[in-house]
Every structure is written in C-alpha cells, then in structure tokens.
C-alpha cells in the first residue's frame, strides 16, 4: 500500500506523470492522495540508462532538457541526524551538505514512518494526526506549490541533533516534504532557501548565514545565489570556496560514517494499476497460499469479460470486481482457489510498445520475428506533441530498454529522431476547448474553402515547432493563393524548360522547398513558391516547364488542385507518382548579386562608415561552381572603377548615376523619403563643395544647398531638410583635409 494521486472524477489511480498542475491529464478534475494498494512498474532502475541513451538519438533539444528534468539527476550525500535519547536516525538528502552548519531545524513529512513509531511519546498527537489528514486530501501538486502559505506543526517530543556541530534543533511536520521523493526528510537551511526562509520567518526559526555574500541580513531576506561563494560561520570549512567545502564535508560525512554520496533522481516507480474496466487485464492472481502468481501463458491474452455496467466505483474497486463469476479462479501453482486481479493496465500499456507490432503484425509466434525487428528498428522518426514528452516517450523508451536487456529487441533505443509540433490555438490566443468557444472544426473550413486550403493554412501558419492562433483572415488568404495557382493556366506558354530569366529562381525555388519540406520548415517552403508565382505574374507567363515543376512541388501542399492541374496540362501519369524536381547547384547562384560594401569617406553612419548594397554582374564570375568573397570584391572593384573614370572630382552622384539606377535605391542608411542618394535630388547644389575645413560637418539647407559647418553646431539639417540633433548627426559629411576635395569612391 502506498499514497497515490486519485482522480476525483475518473476514480481512478494516476501516474505522477498523468497530473498537470494539480489536475487529472485526461479529464481535468482535481486530483487528491489517496492510500491504495498498487502495482508498479520499476521505472526508477532505468532512470540512469533513460539519461544516458538521449546522447545517441536525434531529439529536438528541448525533448531531451524535458526528459532530463523529469527525471531530475542530482548529485549530493546522505546525511544522519540522530534523534535525542533515541536509536532511530532521521536521514536526509541533500545536494548542499557544504551548508549543514547553516542547518536549523527540520522538517519530516506527513506520511514519515518515524510519526506513527513515537506517537504515543508525542505530547501534540491530536494536533498532529488533524494535520495529516488535511495534507491527505491535497495532491503532490498543491503541497509543494511555491507561492501556497507554509503550514506545519512542530513535534513535541522530538528533536533531532546536528550531526557536524551537536546542536539541538526541532522537528517539524510539514506538507512540502513529500515521503515519495529522497527520504521524506529535509534539513533546513533557512538563510540559503527561499521555502526554509519562509517557514522560519513564519514559525520563529533561526536563520543563520553559512555562503557570505547577501547584500543585506539574511534575517530581512533570504540569500539564494549561492552556487559559489565563500563559506563562512561553519568553523572548518571557513574561508573554503562552494566546491571545495562539499569536497571537504563529503570526506568528513564518510570518515566519521555519519553520511555518504550518493546519487537521486527524482523519477518515481510508475504507478501500473488503474480501477476501470478498459484496460488490459493485469494476468495475475492471488492465493492465500500462494500469494499473487501469474497465470499460465497459455491462457495469454487474457480477455475482458462482459459486464453490465462500465462505471467506476466509488469505493476505488474497480468494476470488474463484480464479476465474480470471472474474478474467481483456481491458482495455477497449486490448484487452490484463487481470485484475479481487478485492476487493469494503463493506456500506456499498449501504447508502449505497438511500434513494435507494426513490423510484424500477423505473427501468431511472436512479438515480432527477429529478422523483422532487425530490419525496421529503430523507428527512423517520431513526431508528437510535447506533452508527450514525459508521458508516451518516456514510458515506451523505458518499455524499450527492458526487452532489450531481455535480448527481445535489437537496439537500445526505440526511435532515432524525435521532433515536435507546436499547437494551433484559438483565435485568442488560448487552447481551443468548447468551454471557451474558439474551436474551430476542419469540416466547417473544407467546406467554406476547399480541402487543400485547410491543408495550405495548416501549414503556413507558422514553425512547426511553436504555436499560433487560428486567424479566419489567414485562411482566406491561403485560398486567394491557390486561386492565383489555379490562374496560371491562363498565361501558360508552350515553352517546354524554364526562360532564361527565371533559371536561377527555379533551381533555387526547388532546392529551397526540398531542403524546408525535409526539415519540417513548410511555411518557408510554400512562402517561397508564393515567391516564385508572383514572379511569373511580373512577367505574365509560365512555360510547360516551369508549370511542370512547380505543381510537383506544391503537391504535399494542395494535392486535389495539382493533380487536376497536372491531368488538365496535359502531363503523363498521376502527379502523386511523378518524379520530385531535382536542381543543379550551380545553377542556383544569381547572375547579378547584390553585397553590401562601405563607401570610405561617406561618414554617413556615427560609426565612420557608409553602408551601401551595390547590384554587381558576375559575368567575371562565370564557370565558378563558389563564389567567394574576393571574387565579389574584384567584380565590384571592376564596376566601380569602370564607372568612376573621368569623374575624379566631387561629383559623386555622377559616379552613382552610371553603376545602375537600381542600386541607388538599394542604398541604405540615408534618411527615408526621396532623397536616397549621398546627395539631395532637390533644387540647389548637385554637387559636393570643395573647401571644407578639418573638423567642419557637411550639411544640407532645407532648398537641398550643401554647405560647410562648425563641428560644434548645436543643430543639423539632414537630406530630406529634417532637423536632426548634433548627437545623432544623421545623414551628415565629415569634411577632408582642408582645401580637398570630397572623395567618395
């Protein structure tokens, strides 16, 4: 018998991993502690072998942080505080046994043994067996709540001694020291815990500070930012750094045997029993000579019986145990009467390990035959809902490693790669639930706007892994999308490969889309194809080739309108069958690339520099398969030599004038409006006067006039004729040497 989570309205037992903020996963009632005889599954022996194998497998890094936490791996000691006038011990686990002189009272759990062995030399028994049976009606959630109020009741009749000083400290029952995890005893360290501190200001407590540091007294408030620091107040370990105190106490705990290391984790044995009737029956029976025995393997699989009624109990039986015609039985040890076990299997039980039976399903020998399990395992990729994290995968990977180390399967791990997806939410922004009235149902969406409309949104919402909130407005536009498809036909040419000018798109647009497709990044990809129709609507024409690409790559999108557009074009055989796209990586680089460069002596930026994006023609760059930095540089170098010559003076813009009209409105870094250039476009000067004295700013009269000014004036005038401050001097020329000219490129 121990304490489980009970749900109040399934009636039945939970697993710690079924209660979600102090609710049942399924249902959502509250869940309370309740003292049932279970069966349990030895999860906890492989807790270590559950850590160490998510080094070997392909999981999203958050799969393996959850996982990791769950099962909570510490490192720390086990200590003995001995109980005055008494042989029993109260042994704790801690994790900072370098703080033991900082240790001043402690704290046992409702359910501690060490209760009902001493009750009766207990001078507040009544008071203290009212106090468990209120923490006997709270779940494990709502006792180690952070934010709740401390409660708790001092045992009068006890007190504990510590073990590294000898003082007398008392001991406290508590409802946030849980029996289930470590020993169900903690020391208190009130001056480096926030919940001790707590409890201590509450009831009275000293708090004495062990890690130096805390801006103010420990006694105003608790001082938590402790993983380094200095000892002190804790005599041989004065002086000692965080790391080296452990060290030096561990070795002492040992040699005086009041302690050893040790390792926790905070996984719990997984609770196997559940009291309905759907569920697997558990194949085991109980004789009062034989105790539980389970049942022989021929009798496997061992079926439900029929019942009348499904309901739980509310006794905590469950319905099965009625059926005494199925309960009552013989023991197959020695011919006895016996009864069955009533409890059935979780849903997990199946789920567990069904991967497994898909390689080999109509065995009738087997699980599965030897060969089969060689060939498909491991499961190559899993993809499922992060709450499943700690529920199914954690369950069917410890499942995995057990008949592993039977010999039954061949690998160590059930599946290579894990991934998750995110959830669609409501339209505000919460989980769709019909409390709330923002569920949304596909059947109502395929009706209004088509099947591969629902498809495109569903994927276009946004990354795979994070959520978004349905938006009716977005579905809408995934329809006009697919209609602008579906128009395509209208400007289709006979063409059978791709037009010169969109050869570089298509190789791009295809490796794009399968590289996004295989990494799960589907709103990339069909952004992307969005790219490259409204390139074929800016030149009102399709060729048959490029028509013939892109409905393949669109198809795992919308594949109702690309296979009839496939069959309507023309093509040979079903699109679904037809070969995916393939690109030439060389023909993926741009003809014309655009780079960033900085202009020297265009002070336009406070950092000293002008950052432009100048479009260059690789025509030198030709045959290369890589293009590397320098090949740009000496293109780049070529054009603007090619367009500077004969314009040696200040006129810049005359230089600008004959790279390209389209780079000039890729210049960035200027004031927003129309004067883009390194100059004004409005009346007045168009060019950069010569003159300027060394420390004198470069500026612009509202008429577009460029004059020089005083480095020190208080304001400015930038390009577009907007004051700007001295400090931020934006869009503003440092003169050159005096006299000199204004060099620009």
Same mark, same amino acid.
């Given at each position: 018998?121990?304490?489980?989570?009970?749900?109040?309205?399934?009636?039945?037992?939970?697993?710690?991993?079924?209660?979600?903020?102090?609710?049942?996963?399924?249902?959502?009632?509250?869940?309370?502690?309740? *003292?049932?005889?279970?069966?349990?599954?030895?999860?906890?022996?492989?807790?270590?072998?559950? /850590?160490?194998?998510?080094?070997?497998?392909?999981?999203?890094?958050?799969?393996?942080?959850?996982?990791?936490?769950?099962?909570?791996?510490?490192?720390?000691?086990?200590?003995?505080?001995?109980?005055?006038?008494?042989?029993?011990?109260?042994?704790?686990?801690?994790?900072?046994?370098?703080?033991?002189?900082?240790?001043?009272?402690?704290?046992?759990?409702?359910?501690?043994? /060490?209760?009902?062995?001493?009750?009766?030399?207990?001078?507040?028994?009544?008071?203290?067996?009212?106090?468990?049976?209120?923490?006997?009606?709270?779940?494990?959630?709502?006792?180690?709540?952070?934010?709740?109020?401390?409660?708790?009741?001092?045992?009068?009749?006890?007190?504990?001694?510590?073990?590294?000083?000898?003082?007398?400290?008392?001991?406290?029952?508590?409802?946030?020291?849980?029996?289930?995890?470590?020993?169900?005893?903690?020391?208190?360290?009130?001056?480096?815990?926030?919940?001790?501190?707590?409890?201590?200001?509450?009831?009275?407590?000293?708090?004495?500070?062990?890690?130096?540091?805390?801006?103010?007294?420990?006694?105003?408030?608790?001082?938590?930012?402790?993983?380094?620091?200095?000892?002190?107040?804790?005599?041989?370990?004065?002086?000692?750094?965080?790391?080296?105190?452990?060290?030096?106490?561990?070795?002492?705990?040992?040699?005086?045997?009041?302690?050893?290391?040790?390792?926790?984790?905070?996984?719990?044995?997984?609770?196997?029993?559940?009291?309905?009737?759907?569920?697997?029956?558990?194949?085991?029976?109980?004789?009062?000579?034989?105790?539980?025995?389970?049942?022989?393997?021929?009798?496997?699989?061992?079926?439900?019986?029929?019942?009348?009624?499904?309901?739980?109990?509310?006794?905590?039986?469950?319905?099965?145990?009625?059926?005494?015609?199925?309960?009552?039985?013989?023991?197959?040890?020695?011919?006895?009467?016996?009864?069955?076990?009533?409890?059935?299997?979780?849903?997990?039980?199946?789920?567990?390990?069904?991967?497994?039976?898909?390689?080999?399903?109509?065995?009738?020998?087997?699980?599965?035959?030897?060969?089969?399990?060689?060939?498909?395992?491991? *499961?190559?990729?899993?993809?499922?809902?992060?709450?499943?994290?700690?529920?199914?995968?954690?369950?069917?990977?410890?499942?995995?490693?057990?008949?592993?180390?039977?010999?039954?399967?061949?690998?160590?791990?059930?599946?290579?790669?894990?991934?998750?997806?995110?959830?669609?939410?409501?339209?505000?922004?919460?989980?769709?639930?019909?409390?709330?009235?923002?569920?949304?149902?596909?059947?109502?969406?395929?009706?209004?706007?088509?099947?591969?409309?629902?498809?495109?949104?569903?994927?276009?919402?946004?990354?795979?892994?994070?959520?978004?909130?349905?938006?009716?407005?977005?579905?809408?536009?995934?329809?006009?999308?697919?209609?602008?498809?579906?128009?395509?036909?209208?400007?289709?040419?006979?063409?059978?490969?791709?037009?010169?000018?969109?050869?570089?798109?298509?190789?791009?647009?295809?490796?794009?889309?399968?590289?996004?497709?295989?990494?799960?990044?589907?709103?990339?990809?069909?952004?992307?194809?969005?790219?490259?129709?409204?390139?074929?609507?800016?030149?009102?024409?399709?060729?048959?080739?490029?028509?013939?690409?892109?409905?393949?790559?669109?198809?795992?999108?919308?594949?109702?309108?690309?296979?009839?557009?496939?069959?309507?074009?023309?093509?040979?055989?079903?699109?679904?069958?037809?070969?995916?796209?393939?690109?030439?990586?060389?023909?993926?680089?741009?003809?014309?690339?655009?780079?960033?460069?900085?202009?020297?002596?265009?002070?336009?930026?406070?950092?000293?520099?002008?950052?432009?994006?100048?479009?260059?023609?690789?025509?030198?760059?030709?045959?290369?398969?890589?293009?590397?930095?320098?090949?740009?540089?000496?293109?780049?170098?070529?054009?603007?030599?090619?367009?500077?010559?004969?314009?040696?003076?200040?006129?810049?813009?005359?230089?600008?004038?004959?790279?390209?009209?389209?780079?000039?409105?890729?210049?960035?870094?200027?004031?927003?409006?129309?004067?883009?250039?390194?100059?004004?476009?409005?009346?007045?000067?168009?060019?950069?006067?010569?003159?300027?004295?060394?420390?004198?700013?470069?500026?612009?009269?509202?008429?577009?006039?460029?004059?020089?000014?005083?480095?020190?004036?208080?304001?400015?005038?930038?390009?577009?004729?907007?004051?700007?401050?001295?400090?931020?001097?934006?869009?503003?020329?440092?003169?050159?040497?005096?006299?000199?000219?204004?060099?620009?490129?």
């Amino acid at each position: 018998e121990m304490p489980i989570n009970w749900c109040t309205s399934c009636k039945v037992g939970l697993a710690n991993e079924e209660v979600v903020n102090g609710v049942c996963e399924r249902c959502g009632a509250p869940v309370v502690r309740k *003292v049932k005889s279970e069966w349990m599954l030895k999860i906890t022996d492989y807790a270590e072998k559950l /850590i160490e194998g998510l080094d070997h497998v392909d999981y999203i890094e958050r799969v393996k942080v959850s996982q990791k936490n769950w099962i909570g791996k510490s490192q720390g000691a086990e200590v003995d505080f001995s109980i005055k006038g008494k042989e029993d011990k109260l042994r704790v686990y801690t994790t900072r046994c370098d703080t033991l002189f900082g240790v001043t009272y402690m704290v046992v759990s409702p359910e501690h043994p /060490i209760i009902d062995k001493y009750k009766d030399e207990l001078k507040n028994w009544d008071a203290i067996a009212a106090y468990r049976d209120e923490a006997a009606k709270k779940s494990d959630f709502e006792r180690t709540e952070l934010a709740k109020d401390k409660t708790g009741v001092c045992i009068q009749g006890l007190t504990a001694t510590n073990p590294v000083n000898g003082k007398e400290i008392p001991v406290w029952v508590s409802d946030y020291v849980l029996m289930t995890y470590g020993t169900g005893a903690i020391m208190a360290v009130p001056a480096h815990d926030e919940r001790d501190w707590e409890f201590a200001k509450k009831f009275g407590m000293p708090i004495i500070e062990v890690v130096a540091g805390s801006p103010v007294s420990v006694e105003e408030a608790v001082y938590t930012d402790v993983a380094d620091g200095t000892l002190v107040n804790s005599d041989f370990l004065n002086g000692l750094s965080v790391a080296e105190a452990k060290e030096k106490i561990m070795n002492y705990l040992e040699e005086k045997g009041i302690g050893n290391r040790k390792t926790n984790y905070k996984l719990r044995d997984w609770v196997f029993s559940r009291q309905r009737y759907w569920g697997e029956p558990i194949p085991i029976v109980h004789c009062d000579k034989c105790g539980y025995v389970p049942i022989d393997e021929s009798e496997l699989p061992l079926q439900l019986p029929n019942v009348e009624s499904y309901m739980p109990t509310d006794t905590g039986e469950s319905p099965l145990a009625a059926m005494t015609d199925w309960v009552n039985t013989t023991c197959p040890c020695c011919g006895g009467p016996a009864k069955r076990e009533t409890d059935t299997m979780p849903q997990w039980a199946g789920s567990s390990w069904y991967y497994l039976r898909y390689t080999d399903p109509h065995n009738d020998k087997a699980l599965a035959s030897p060969e089969a399990l060689k060939y498909w395992l491991p *499961v190559d990729w899993y993809n499922g809902g992060m709450e499943h994290t700690t529920l199914h995968l954690l369950y069917s990977r410890f499942w995995h490693k057990f008949l592993y180390d039977q010999g039954v399967v061949p690998t160590p791990e059930p599946y290579q790669k894990r991934t998750s997806h995110g959830m669609i939410l409501g339209s505000n922004g919460e989980k769709m639930s019909k409390s709330r009235g923002n569920v949304v149902n596909p059947d109502d969406i395929v009706q209004d706007y088509g099947a591969d409309t629902l498809r495109t949104y569903e994927m276009f919402i946004g990354a795979f892994d994070l959520s978004a909130s349905w938006s009716e407005e977005g579905v809408k536009g995934c329809r006009r999308f697919l209609e602008r498809v579906w128009k395509l036909q209208d400007i289709l040419t006979s063409e059978e490969g791709y037009s010169a000018d969109l050869e570089t798109k298509m190789h791009q647009t295809i490796k794009k889309v399968s590289s996004d497709f295989e990494n799960l990044k589907y709103n990339t990809a069909i952004a992307a194809m969005m790219s490259l129709i409204n390139e074929f609507y800016k030149k009102n024409s399709i060729t048959r080739g490029e028509y013939k690409t892109l409905l393949p790559l669109l198809n795992p999108v919308a594949p109702h309108i690309t296979e009839e557009l496939w069959q309507t074009a023309g093509f040979e055989g079903r699109l679904y069958q037809a070969a995916w796209p393939e690109f030439e990586e060389e023909k993926t680089v741009e003809s014309v690339v655009e780079i960033g460069v900085q202009v020297n002596g265009s002070d336009l930026t406070p950092d000293g520099s002008r950052k432009v994006n100048v479009r260059v023609p690789t025509g030198a760059l030709a045959g290369k398969s890589q293009v590397s930095e320098t090949d740009l540089d000496d293109a780049l170098k070529e054009k603007v030599n090619s367009a500077s010559e004969g314009n040696h003076s200040h006129n810049n813009k005359a230089v600008l004038d004959q790279i390209e009209q389209t780079d000039l409105d890729k210049l960035d870094g200027i004031a927003a409006g129309a004067n883009k250039y390194v100059h004004p476009t409005s009346s007045g000067s168009k060019h950069i006067p010569t003159g300027g004295a060394s420390g004198q700013i470069l500026r612009w009269s509202a008429d577009g006039t460029a004059v020089w000014g005083a480095d020190n004036d208080t304001k400015y005038t930038d390009m577009s004729g907007a004051s700007a401050s001295a400090a931020g001097k934006a869009g503003l020329v440092p003169a050159p040497a005096a006299g000199g000219q204004a060099k620009y490129l």
